[in-house]
């Protein structure tokens, strides 16, 4: 059974806010939604998570719905450079004791 | 501060010879993880080290690994008598102890 549900692809034009978004209906209640990417041939890159409300760093913004089943990614001014593959993954805290496991994502191109 | 490193970054060998993997976590962290990606597939567990702990070997596919962290710092995967079922992307990450995993750029196994 599929965790998570991402559009195969996605296209934005370079300068513009790349909205991702990301159905993860069967998220229980302590399951926070991870985002990492991948860029061509280098290894996943953490980009932010969050529980249930919106959170925003230096690299992205993240709105989750009020009844958690859904979030979007926002990469406010996407550049050529985040051009990647994008996964969206709920994961319970334990401790660090969490094997991650990605869908298989959205392919992010930006247009320049 | 340095990220997660990994060495060899490509690593070509033929069927039957032994390979080790290094990966460097990132200074501090105690949690170290081991994937694997083969080609347009998602990540697969292998190994999991925390502390002083025994490790979580659940994801190693065949008795051909095995892994080591020395002093709670380096860790060296081992596959013995490749197959070329071996080949793919080993990817390392660390923690500290939190559900955000930092990655290596990865090695690039090719069993010939």
């Known amino acids: 059974d599929a965790k998570t549900t991402q559009p195969p692809s996605m296209d934005c034009a370079e300068g513009r806010a790349a909205n991702l978004p990301c159905n993860h209906s069967?998220?229980?209640?302590?399951?926070?939604v991870y985002w990492y990417r991948q860029i061509h041939s280098q290894g996943p890159q953490y980009i932010i998570h969050?529980?249930?409300n919106n959170e925003t760093n230096e690299m992205a913004s993240l709105i989750i719905t009020e009844d958690r089943k859904s979030s979007t990614l926002i990469l406010p001014h996407a550049t050529l450079r985040d051009t990647a593959v994008y996964y969206c993954?709920?994961?319970?805290?334990?401790?660090?004791?969490?094997?991650?496991?990605f869908g298989t994502g959205t392919r992010l191109t930006i247009i320049p | 501060g340095a990220g997660v490193s990994q060495s060899p970054s490509n690593k070509v060998t033929e069927k039957g010879k032994d390979v080790e993997l290094r990966c460097d976590p990132i200074?501090?962290?105690?949690?170290l993880y081991w994937y694997r990606q083969s080609l347009g597939q998602g990540l697969e567990f292998l190994i999991y080290?925390?502390?002083?702990?025994?490790?979580?070997k659940s994801g190693l596919p065949s008795d051909r690994f095995s892994a080591e962290r020395t002093g709670g710092s380096v860790s060296t995967l081992t596959i013995q008598r490749t197959q070329q079922e071996d080949s793919a992307v080993y990817l390392c990450?660390?923690?500290?102890?939190?559900?955000?995993?930092?990655f290596g750029p990865g090695t690039r196994l090719t069993v010939l």
């Open positions: 990450a660390s923690s500290l102890n939190t559900d955000t995993q930092y």
């Open positions: 080290f925390q502390g002083n702990s025994a490790p979580d």
């Open positions: 993954t709920p994961m319970k805290p334990n401790f660090g004791n969490e094997k991650l496991t």
């Open positions: 069967t998220i229980s209640g302590n399951e926070y």
């Open positions: 200074s501090g962290h105690t949690a």
């Open positions: 969050g529980l249930k």
